[in-house]
């Protein structure tokens, strides 16, 4: 298996100061009973990494996000710190190849354990937040846990809404121009770059959003501007109706 940490922390994107707190963050605690010497296993790293992750993940959401209702909001968090989800970050990873077990655990195949696998991930979040502070483990977070949140992001929320098709069905109703999408601005690091798309209806309406893929910010940009027409724009009723 893969020893070298220095392959890991640039799989990682953080170069650790302090080594023995990676090592500590890939150590299951089959390893940590089978050796009395070392920096113990990773339990305590991975509670505090829940934690750390979170926060991280709510801050990015309310940030990017600011129109979600929180029922979607708390969705999108849901599936993003899921034990699944941080599955796949650690398979991306190659998370395995680096994990410390006991051999027992190695017998069983515990390099390719779903828990083992997502906990470790946890685990280094908070390796990462003790080594490099809280700056650190947003650019971990934002790197490798938020990478699925465009995809997710452009899909309609819970209700079904799907905001561009109901701007345009309300652009019809009040005998308005058919909306028109502008990409404004992409900013932002290739693994995390936001998208701002504006939407314009006619001359005197429209409305900007940002996303972190360009579908999910036209949806939004729609959501912003389908509201505002709906609270300030009425269908002119015909005389005597």
């Known amino acids: 298996m893969q020893t ?3 392959v890991l922390e640039a799989a990682l994107g953080h170069a650790f100061q302090d080594r023995d707190l990676l090592q500590r963050a890939l150590t299951h605690k089959s390893r940590a009973f089978e050796q009395a010497a070392g920096p113990g296993d990773n339990e305590l790293l991975e509670f505090l990494g829940d934690s750390v992750l979170g926060f991280l993940v709510s801050e990015a959401l309310v940030h990017l996000h600011p129109h979600f209702h929180e029922g979607r909001l708390s969705k999108l968090k849901a599936h993003l710190v899921s034990a699944a989800h ?5 398979r991306e990873l190659g998370l395995g190849d680096h994990l410390l077990l006991g051999r027992g655990e190695e017998a069983s195949g515990g390099r390719s354990k779903r828990t083992l696998l997502s906990n470790a991930v946890e685990a280094l979040i908070a390796a990462v937040y003790l080594d490099g502070g809280l700056a650190a483990a947003r650019e971990f977070v934002s790197r490798h846990i938020l990478r699925a949140l465009a995809e997710l992001e452009a899909l309609p929320d819970s209700s ?3 905001y561009k098709s109901a701007l345009q069905e309300t652009a019809q109703t009040l005998k308005l121009p058919a909306p028109r999408y502008l990409i404004v601005q992409e900013h932002g690091p290739e693994h995390s770059k936001v998208f701002t798309v504006e939407v314009r209806v006619g001359k005197d309406w429209s409305a900007q959003s940002d996303g972190g893929s360009k579908k999910s910010a036209a949806q939004k940009a729609a959501q912003q501007l389908l509201e505002r027409l709906q609270a300030n724009l009425r269908p002119v009723a015909p005389p005597g109706a």
Do not use: I, K, N
């Open 86 to 90: 941080l599955y796949q970050v650690a």
């Open 4 to 6: 070298d940490p220095a």
């Open 160 to 162: 079904g809404h799907d």
